[in-house]
């Protein structure tokens, strides 16, 4: 299919107006480093392309107690912006892992969120901070925890007349520590096999105040056991209850068999990944505590 039509419009307005117009035969192309290749290789179709580089949604604030990131700031940007590593930084240490530079330069929050690609870095711990997107369409405006936005593989609560504006990030509480492995065999810069990010946050007492953990890249969508994490509360952090809780994620996840590994085999990872993300969030929440 050609494309028959390109705008870069100067306004949100003007954009939301040419997808309630042309929605399902339209895509939007915010950095294009996903987008274009399968363009180019007839993998997806669009006969019309809306770009989002001139709405002004490259920004980066502090209001309120959280970070508030333009859709279409580039990964490299947030990864390198102080106010990120100052208040988040463990947003800027996974970003970091994403792809090479050059892909950084270009790529956007919003274009990875919204691509919904499994094998993707940062969802896991938007995820995990129980990050919130701001979506505007002509009908309107709403907003919706990143844990309820991924459907499916590729697929978001996204329809085809809305534009994610913002993402929204909170630092986790107070004495928490927060850590992300990102597994991959082969070069850093490759897309992960599995991404495991985790928080923990001691009690005074030396228990477990709280545990979370994320598992990506294991299935449709970053994967939450919320009702398995609340087990390790008030619990010593030790071999015992870690154990129990990799299995459970081991157990839940839906890993498929690629050149990347088998599902058995990416199973048995998540049994290894998920104890060492949480030591390492737990050690770096006892580090506050000092
Ligand atoms: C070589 C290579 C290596 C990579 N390695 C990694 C990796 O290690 N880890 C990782 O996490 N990712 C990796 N990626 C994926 C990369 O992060 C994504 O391609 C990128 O983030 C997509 O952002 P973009 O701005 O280029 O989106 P685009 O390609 O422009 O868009 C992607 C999709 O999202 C939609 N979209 C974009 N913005 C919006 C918006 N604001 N509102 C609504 N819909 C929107 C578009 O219509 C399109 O369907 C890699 C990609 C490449 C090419």
């Avoid at 950095?31 to 274009?36: D, E, I, K, R």
């Avoid at 997107?133 to 459907?151: H, K, N, P, Q, W």
């Avoid at 697929?155 to 007349?161: A, G, P, Q, Y």
């Amino acid at each position: 299919m050609r494309i028959l039509e390109y705008r870069a419009p100067d306004t949100l307005e003007e954009a939301l107006e040419f997808l309630a117009q042309h929605g399902p035969e339209a895509r939007i192309s915010a950095g294009g480093t996903a987008l274009t290749i399968l363009l180019k290789e007839g993998l997806i179709h669009a006969a019309r392309l809306v770009s989002l580089e001139r709405l002004g949604l490259d920004y980066v604030t502090w209001q309120n107690g959280a970070l508030h990131v333009g859709a279409m700031t580039s990964l490299q940007i947030l990864a390198d912006h102080p106010v990120v590593s100052e208040r988040v930084p463990i947003l800027a240490e996974v970003l970091k892992q994403v792809a090479s530079r050059r892909i950084r330069n270009v790529a956007t929050l919003g274009g990875n969120v919204c691509w919904a690609e499994a094998a993707s870095d940062p969802p896991a711990v938007l995820v995990l901070l129980d990050a919130e997107v701001t979506i505007r369409s002509a009908r309107g405006e709403r907003r919706v925890r990143m844990r309820d936005l991924f459907l499916d593989y590729f697929t978001t609560t996204l329809e085809s007349d809305e534009i994610m504006t913002e993402i929204k990030v909170s630092p986790p509480s107070p004495g928490s520590g927060v850590s992300y492995i990102k597994f991959t065999p082969q070069s850093k810069a490759d897309k992960p096999v599995l991404g495991v990010a985790a928080l923990a946050r001691p009690a005074e007492n030396g228990a477990c105040a709280e545990a979370r953990v994320v598992v990506g890249a294991a299935g449709p969508a970053p994967l939450a056991l919320p009702d398995a994490d609340s087990e390790a509360r008030g619990q010593a952090i030790d071999g015992g209850v870690l154990e129990r809780l990799a299995e459970r994620y081991a157990g839940a996840a839906q890993p498929v068999s690629d050149s990347r590994g088998s599902e058995s085999y990416k199973r048995d990872m998540i049994r290894v990944l998920v104890p060492r993300a949480l030591r390492q969030a737990w050690a770096r929440g006892g580090e506050l505590h000092d």
